[in-house]
């Protein structure tokens, strides 16, 4: 057995996927919703006897390896040796190399891994061990934050030097082209040196949700501008795929069903240093899809508390048009005294925090208030202004059910028509999903019963396929059909020996032959018996002689106006074995039925 092969027979799939999706036992598979699109109803299986995953809806799916390296945008050789370290299972330490990563993708992640977490440990000692890191620090007391505070979120200080960090990475064996590939260091050209990218700055490392550091962030002590400098996207850091400290929110997050959304370090930093864990933010960037799915890993409910100056604002209802298109249910925390929750909690305290955390507002309450804080709605005017304010927000709810309440909610509030409301709703929401659907829906063929039946029954029992399978190819039974080329794979691997896994068959194949593998896998009824099997080939006969007779009126033609007598007799004798072989299978039809 080759090491892959040990870690997918030790890694359950269900208990993988189960950290990531709620799941619940539905017959013999386990159902949710699925982590790679937005769905309100689950239509993301998991397969426990095959070991096997896939979506119903988006039509993505696989084994253990792909889950693990598509939910954590991984490569092979990661996904391989993060599962092998969850199972148990040790590897060789040249393992995969070679054989997996012949671009060395993987092995420059590694390098970058290794080159954070050092990064991460220079300036935390940079901090607490020079002169210049012990006012930095005093800084950070002036902001309240203990020395256990600065510990757990491993805050640290990058000199003023400016190459300290890049002399320490290259007395460590570094290669140039390394260090800026991980974006910590940066090259002038002119001056051909090297130098560090962040300088006189309290340094917050970011980590991704499995708790390794990825980017930094770096806040400016005096008037330096930029106030906060971020890392560069890099091999192991995309932005928006980033939630600052969800590593450590996720188990609360899972816990309570609810996150805390915020802007900044410092106020994700005060408010789960107050004891409230289920807290992230969104690491110096606008809120995007790809944070939204993360966090709908965790949970669909949201609190958003940004800063309440106008940029906050804008950033609120930015996350919140969001959020609502993800399906997610959305309050709004508005904390009093135009402060941020850092100088909130600072000010008032941690249980006062509580008090207006569990005071959050519904999304409708907060955009409508602030509709009719913007317009007069002793006029109607004012209430069609503010109800075009809101109508928007409440057109990128995907439930229609919901929609529908929440807009006859916002008419009462306006004293307006439900209905005249409702109408204008369904137009806005009309809108919204044309905007929203950016090519027409595929009009591609599905894949029949019989085909996924005779699939199914194949990777059951292969030697069946061997059977049956190569007369199928060479009759031409399959020509046309969706799962074609996943037949024509199959035979080709027998042919060689191996056998034919689902995962082997997939990885050539469209879109749409993909998903007619899962769902044959997936099919709720019991594998087909000889008879049914018969009767499956029997009806792909009949299809390919009915192709047949469909193309003869052209060649037939063709022969008529070249008076070509030999090639008419050739085609009208087809013509009638086509008729006679479908009559037989008709009748084998009628007589099987009865």
């Excluded at 300088?199 to 949700?209: G, K």
């Amino acid at each position: 057995m080759s090491q892959v092969d040990e870690v997918r027979a030790a890694a359950d799939i269900v208990k993988v996927v189960g950290d990531y999706v709620k799941l619940r036992k539905a017959g013999a598979n386990y159902m949710g919703l699925c982590p790679f699109h937005q769905e309100k109803t689950p239509s993301f299986a998991v397969h426990p006897a095959k070991q096997i995953f896939h979506c119903f809806g988006c039509g993505v799916g696989g084994d253990v390896f792909k889950f693990v390296m598509m939910i954590d945008n991984l490569t092979f050789p990661e996904a391989l040796h993060r599962l092998a370290e969850k199972v148990g299972v040790t590897l060789s330490d040249t393992f995969g190399d070679a054989t997996y990563d012949p671009a060395g993708t993987g092995r420059v992640r590694a390098a970058l891994y290794k080159m954070h977490e050092a990064a991460a440990k220079f300036f935390a000692g940079q901090l607490s061990g020079t002169a210049e890191g012990r006012l930095a620090r005093a800084y950070l007391e002036d902001r309240g934050l203990t020395d256990e505070v600065v510990g757990r979120f491993r805050l640290g200080y990058a000199p003023a030097d400016g190459q300290a960090l890049t002399r320490y990475f290259s007395g460590a064996g570094y290669e140039f082209e390394l260090l800026e590939k991980s974006g910590l260091v940066a090259r002038d050209a002119e001056r051909n040196r090297h130098y560090d990218r962040f300088r006189r700055r309290i340094i917050f490392p970011i980590a991704n949700d499995s708790g390794k550091v990825v980017a930094f962030a770096g806040r400016a002590l005096g008037d330096e501008q930029p106030k906060y400098l971020n890392s560069p996207e890099t091999p192991i850091y995309t932005k928006g795929r980033v939630l600052y400290h969800l590593d450590r929110a996720a188990q609360a997050i899972r816990k309570l069903d609810y996150a805390i959304l915020v802007e900044g370090y410092m106020d994700c930093i005060a408010v789960a240093s107050s004891g409230i864990e289920n807290v992230v933010a969104s690491c110096g960037t606008s809120l995007t899809e790809g944070q939204i799915r993360l966090l709908a890993r965790y949970s669909r409910r949201v609190v958003v508390n940004y800063d309440p100056d106008s940029a906050g604002v804008a950033a609120t209802e930015r996350s919140l048009a969001l959020l609502l298109e993800e399906g997610f249910e959305a309050k709004v925390l508005a904390l009093p005294g135009g402060l941020d929750p850092d100088a909130f909690v600072r000010k008032q305290g941690a249980g006062a925090y509580r008090e207006r955390l569990g005071g959050a507002r519904s999304y409708i309450d907060y955009l409508t208030d602030r509709a009719m804080a913007a317009h007069d709605i002793n006029t109607p005017e004012g209430k069609v202004g503010a109800a075009n304010a809101v109508l928007p927000y409440l057109a990128r709810v995907p439930n229609p059910m919901l929609r529908v309440e929440l807009g006859n909610r916002l008419a009462q509030r306006l004293r307006l028509d439900e209905r005249l409301l409702g109408d204008e709703l369904r137009r806005a929401a009309g809108t919204a999903r044309s905007e929203m659907r950016l090519q027409p829906e595929s009009a591609a063929p599905k894949a029949t019963t019989a085909e996924k039946e005779l699939l199914r029954a194949f990777i059951d029992d292969q030697d069946l396929a061997d059977e049956l399978l190569p007369q199928m190819v060479e009759q031409g039974m399959l020509e046309g059909l969706v799962t074609e080329p996943t037949f024509k794979r199959f035979l080709e691997l027998r042919q060689r020996g191996e056998s034919a896994e689902p995962i082997a068959l997939e990885e050539p194949l469209s879109a749409e032959a993909r998903r007619a593998l899962y769902e044959s896998l997936f099919w709720a009824v019991e594998p087909p018996d000889r008879g049914r099997i018969d009767r499956h080939l029997r009806a792909l006969r009949a299809r390919r002689a009915r192709r047949q007779l469909d193309k003869l009126p052209e060649a037939i033609q063709k022969a008529v106006q070249a008076n070509d007598l030999a090639r008419l007799r050739e085609l009208d004798q087809l013509k009638l074995s086509l008729q006679n072989e479908l009559r037989g299978l008709d009748e084998g039809r009628k007589i099987s039925h009865h």
